[in-house]
């Protein structure tokens, strides 16, 4: 690629306004080899200079480097005066904001210029004392009333990555039009040199973070175990480098769980995850080293949290060793179990909710329990608004990527470390009563019928790829799909970009793009009645899983890619 005059002269004004040595300088030499004629060099310039990363209902993330379509200080700034120009229009000038941050590279340098920003735009600014998990900084901003939360971080992104997630009043995430508005103050923000960064914060309330452990622990005392039965409860950890270990460590010994071994050798913050490829326990190997901790020492549940500690993996011991649960078997045992225990004096039109991609399990739990269900689009920020568009009355949810939200009165998003809490409570009264986690997805399956999913996701270099498929999808479908008849196939658009196929036989298929990877992902579900509730699961499940297998090679064949 020749290196036009545009983008010469384009990548000479962000430098000149950008405030941070190192980036300008990073800036600097690929745009000197690309005056030299490296046609990689001008490629690379021209990627990071096409488009400004996009703020979303999650806010923005994408990879370390400099330029406005990376994160560096320069974005971080612009992107910290933009939402200080939202809240601006709000009227909240003056009020609090929380801001936090993981143990990712630079967060927390990107995390004391956005408290700066905000400080120097009028606002009163917390910055959390340390690297903390997200669902605290969701916490804090419900538990103070603040006018929104910041966390930097990239979540389960590889380690070149990093981000910015904002919460509005209540702890929420933000839905449209707010990423819009926001995105329109960043760009009307003006050069990132020209932002006043330097106005005085304020630390954390010193009782906030003892405040959340107490509450995340009050999970387990509200459910099903004794105190006694869950000390009888040996765990497995791990926060895969990330950095959630001592937390969940914490409210485990406040929920009276003392028994914990966490992996050494992802115990310590890492923000270039050295033992792992990607830092997501849904990703294969990732738990690897957590499953061989729980065999050697006998663990009765193992449990893996992402690097900032939203998402929560359990694993168990079945017949043929150790496994991890899927995040919809996970989400149906603890909605179930959480069901069990409820208080129906304290919620009493409790609402259960899940996602369009997630098992339609839930739905049968909350038939089976006489709770309201509701099925959202894909994301928390959509979870927590279920049913009446505010999430009145919703005491649980879940999506099938391992986020679970098990006290929305505390954190209105995902929350790893009180999932992991309730974990413990569901295990702790199954192995006092002499059974285990397999058996209690058995239970769910002869009441309710056996769910079957799996998914199929396609990771891609050329975003365009996933444009044409889904165009292909949109165009038509067949009659029939791994030789069941389709009796419904719908397109999303415009509520989301996404296709959803049932069959006759109780299949269902979900395809859409991932919302912040660049992956085709397709959902894949079965359905088997258990006749009577005591057929043999052994040979249904057998059944089944051969159904979901050429639902998945049919999916593959459907989509065109990989």
Same mark, same amino acid.
């Given at each position: 690629?020749?290196l036009?005059?545009a983008?010469?002269?384009?990548a000479?004004?962000?430098i000149?306004?950008?405030?941070?040595?190192?980036d300008r300088?990073?800036?600097?030499?690929?745009l000197r080899s690309?005056l030299?004629g490296?046609?990689?060099a001008?490629?690379?310039?021209?990627?990071r200079?096409?488009a400004p990363?996009?703020?979303?209902t999650?806010g923005?993330?994408?990879?370390?480097?400099a330029g406005?379509?990376g994160?560096n200080?320069?974005?971080? &700034?612009?992107?910290?005066?933009?939402?200080?120009?939202?809240l601006?229009g709000?009227?909240?000038?003056?009020?609090t904001v929380?801001?936090?941050?993981?143990?990712r590279h630079r967060?927390?340098?990107?995390?004391? %210029?956005?408290?700066?920003t905000?400080?120097a735009? #009028?606002? &009163?600014?917390?910055?959390?004392?340390?690297a903390?998990?997200?669902?605290?900084v969701?916490?804090?901003?419900?538990?103070l009333r603040?006018a929104?939360?910041?966390?930097v971080t990239?979540?389960h992104?590889?380690?070149?990555?990093n981000?910015?997630?904002?919460?509005?009043?209540?702890g929420?995430q +933000?839905v449209?039009?707010?990423?819009?508005?926001?995105e329109a103050g960043?760009?009307?923000a003006?050069p990132?040199k020209d932002?006043d960064a330097?106005g005085a914060?304020?630390p954390w309330p010193? %009782?906030l973070?003892t =405040?959340?452990?107490a509450a995340?622990?009050?999970v387990?005392?509200?459910?099903g175990?004794?105190? $006694?039965q869950r000390s009888?409860?040996?765990?497995?950890?791990?926060p895969?480098h990330?950095?959630g270990g001592?937390?969940?460590?914490?409210?485990?010994?406040?929920?009276?769980?003392?028994?914990?071994?966490?992996?050494?050798e992802?115990r310590?913050?890492?923000?270039d995850?050295?033992?792992?490829?990607?830092?997501?326990p849904?990703?294969?190997?990732a738990?690897?080293l957590l499953?061989?901790l729980?065999e050697?020492?006998?663990? =009765?549940?193992?449990?893996?949290n992402?690097?900032?500690?939203d998402?929560?993996?359990?694993?168990?011991?079945?017949p043929?060793?150790?496994?991890?649960?899927?995040g919809?078997?996970?989400?149906?045992?603890?909605?179930?179990h959480?069901l069990?225990?409820?208080?129906r004096a304290e919620h009493?039109d409790p609402?259960?909710a899940?996602t369009?991609?997630s098992?339609?399990?839930?739905?049968?739990?909350a038939?089976?329990?006489g709770?309201?269900? %509701?099925?959202?689009l894909?994301?928390?920020?959509w979870?927590?608004r279920a049913g009446?568009?505010?999430?009145t009355g919703?005491?649980?949810?879940?999506?099938?990527?391992?986020? +679970?939200?098990?006290?929305?009165?505390?954190?209105?998003?995902? =929350?790893?470390i009180?999932?992991?809490?309730l974990?413990?409570?569901l295990?702790?009264?199954?192995?006092?009563a002499g059974r285990t986690v397999?058996?209690a997805?058995?239970d769910?399956?002869?009441? =309710?019928?056996?769910?079957l999913t799996?998914? +199929?996701?396609?990771?891609?270099?050329?975003l365009s790829?996933?444009e044409?498929a889904?165009?292909r999808?949109r165009?038509?479908?067949?009659?029939?799909l791994? #030789?069941?008849?389709?009796?419904d196939?719908?397109n999303?658009?415009?509520?989301?970009?996404?296709?959803?196929i049932?069959?006759?036989?109780g299949s269902r298929v979900v395809?859409?793009?991932?919302?912040t990877?660049?992956k085709?992902?397709?959902y894949? $579900?079965?359905?088997?009645?258990?006749?009577?509730g005591?057929g %043999?699961?052994?040979a249904? &499940?057998?059944?089944?899983?051969?159904r +979901? #297998?050429?639902?998945?090679?049919?999916a593959?064949?459907l989509v065109g890619l990989?």
């Amino acid at each position: 690629m020749a290196l036009s005059p545009a983008l010469r002269d384009a990548a000479l004004t962000w430098i000149a306004d950008d405030p941070h040595e190192g980036d300008r300088a990073e800036l600097q030499r690929v745009l000197r080899s690309a005056l030299d004629g490296d046609g990689a060099a001008a490629a690379e310039l021209d990627r990071r200079m096409s488009a400004p990363l996009a703020f979303g209902t999650a806010g923005i993330r994408g990879p370390l480097r400099a330029g406005p379509a990376g994160m560096n200080l320069a974005v971080v &700034r612009r992107t910290a005066a933009g939402l200080a120009s939202y809240l601006h229009g709000l009227r909240e000038i003056g009020s609090t904001v929380v801001v936090g941050y993981d143990a990712r590279h630079r967060s927390e340098e990107f995390a004391k %210029d956005v408290a700066g920003t905000l400080a120097a735009k #009028g606002f &009163r600014v917390l910055l959390a004392p340390s690297a903390l998990p997200t669902p605290l900084v969701a916490y804090a901003t419900r538990a103070l009333r603040a006018a929104a939360g910041v966390q930097v971080t990239a979540s389960h992104n590889p380690p070149q990555d990093n981000g910015i997630k904002v919460y509005l009043k209540g702890g929420t995430q +933000l839905v449209g039009p707010s990423d819009v508005q926001i995105e329109a103050g960043i760009a009307a923000a003006g050069p990132a040199k020209d932002i006043d960064a330097s106005g005085a914060v304020l630390p954390w309330p010193e %009782d906030l973070l003892t =405040d959340y452990l107490a509450a995340a622990a009050a999970v387990a005392q509200r459910s099903g175990s004794t105190p $006694e039965q869950r000390s009888a409860v040996r765990v497995a950890a791990t926060p895969l480098h990330g950095v959630g270990g001592e937390i969940l460590v914490r409210a485990l010994d406040l929920a009276g769980v003392q028994d914990v071994h966490v992996v050494a050798e992802q115990r310590v913050p890492d923000p270039d995850f050295s033992t792992v490829v990607f830092p997501n326990p849904e990703e294969a190997g990732a738990t690897d080293l957590l499953l061989a901790l729980a065999e050697s020492v006998d663990a =009765d549940l193992a449990i893996a949290n992402d690097p900032d500690a939203d998402r929560c993996a359990i694993g168990v011991r079945g017949p043929d060793g150790w496994r991890m649960l899927s995040g919809d078997e996970t989400g149906t045992l603890l909605g179930d179990h959480l069901l069990r225990h409820l208080d129906r004096a304290e919620h009493p039109d409790p609402l259960v909710a899940t996602t369009i991609v997630s098992s339609q399990a839930l739905g049968a739990v909350a038939a089976a329990h006489g709770v309201r269900y %509701d099925e959202t689009l894909t994301g928390f920020k959509w979870i927590v608004r279920a049913g009446d568009g505010a999430g009145t009355g919703l005491v649980f949810g879940y999506e099938e990527a391992l986020g +679970l939200c098990v006290d929305p009165d505390h954190v209105r998003d995902k =929350d790893g470390i009180s999932a992991a809490v309730l974990a413990v409570d569901l295990v702790a009264g199954l192995k006092a009563a002499g059974r285990t986690v397999a058996d209690a997805l058995d239970d769910i399956a002869r009441r =309710d019928g056996l769910h079957l999913t799996g998914a +199929l996701s396609v990771r891609v270099t050329d975003l365009s790829l996933i444009e044409q498929a889904m165009a292909r999808l949109r165009s038509g479908l067949p009659g029939s799909l791994a #030789g069941e008849e389709i009796v419904d196939a719908r397109n999303l658009l415009p509520r989301t970009d996404a296709v959803l196929i049932r069959t006759a036989a109780g299949s269902r298929v979900v395809i859409r793009p991932s919302g912040t990877e660049p992956k085709l992902k397709c959902y894949l $579900e079965v359905v088997a009645e258990v006749p009577d509730g005591t057929g %043999d699961l052994t040979a249904i &499940r057998a059944e089944a899983t051969e159904r +979901l #297998g050429r639902l998945k090679a049919a999916a593959a064949e459907l989509v065109g890619l990989g």
